[in-house]
C-alpha cells in the first residue's frame, strides 16, 4: 500500500533509556516531518527535511536527533528519555512544492515510565 | 507572535449542520488548512483555501477571510463517522504550518 508509515505504533519505556522511532513513505515526497502531539492535541513540528536535507529545526531538546538516510525514511532517534517526552510522535510527508498537504503516519504512542 | 483559536469542543446533531470556526494571526500567509483526525488517529487533509471565499467539498465547505483573518468548516448532513477534532493549520510565510488544538465535534443521534 502507499502510505506513511511508523513503527513501533507504541512504545513504553523507562526514564533514560534511548529509543528510536522509524518513518519511511512510498509516496515519492521530497519532504517528512516529525510532530509532537502532547495530552491537550497541539501538534508541534519538531523537524522538517527536504530530500534528505535539514530545513526546520524547532526549539527541540538535542536529546532528540532526526536521521534521513534516504528521502524516503525519516527516523527519530531520543536520548536519555524523561517523563516529559510522553506523547504521540506523528512522521508525515509532503510532494515537492511549497503548498501541498501533508500525509501523516499512524503515529506513535510514547510513554515513558 | 503567532496564534490559532478555536472551540475546544462542539456538539450537534446528526443529520444538522455544524460551522466551526477558526481565528489566527500568522507572520505571512500562505493559505489555510483544515484536518479531520479522529481519536488515536492521524490528521487527514479536509481542504486548503487560500482565496477569500467558499470552497465546497460534499458534505464540506471551507470559507477563508483573509482581511479577517478567520476560517471556517461547515459540515452538512452530519453522520456519527464526523465525531473527531477539526484542526485549523494556517500556513506562514516560511510554508510552515501552524496547528491549533483543534475543535472535538460530538455528533449525538
Known sequence: DTAVSQTPKYLVTQMGNDKSIKCEQ??????????????KKFLKIMFSYNNKELIINETVPNRFSPKSPDKAHLNLHINSLELGDSAVYFCAS????DVDEQFFGPGTRLTVL | GQN???????TATEGAIVQINCTYQTSGFNGLFWYQ???GEAPTFL??????????KGRFS???SRSKGYSYLLLK???????ASYLCAPM??????????????IIKP
Open chain 2, 62 to 64: 471551507s470559507f477563508l
Open chain 2, 77 to 83: 448532513e452530519l453522520q456519527m463517522k464526523d465525531s
Open chain 2, 47 to 56: 481542504s486548503y483555501n487560500v482565496l477569500d471565499g467558499l470552497e465546497e
Open chain 2, 37 to 39: 483526525q479522529h481519536a
Open chain 1, 94 to 97: 509532503s510532494p515537492p512544492g
Open chain 1, 26 to 39: 512510498n509516496l515519492g515526497h521530497d519532504t517528512m516531518y516529525w510532530y509532537k502531539q502532547d495530552s
Open chain 2, 92 to 105: 506562514d510565510s516560511n510554508y510552515q504550518l501552524i496547528w491549533g488544538a483543534g475543535t472535538k465535534l
Open chain 2, 4 to 10: 490559532i483559536d478555536q472551540p475546544t469542543e462542539m
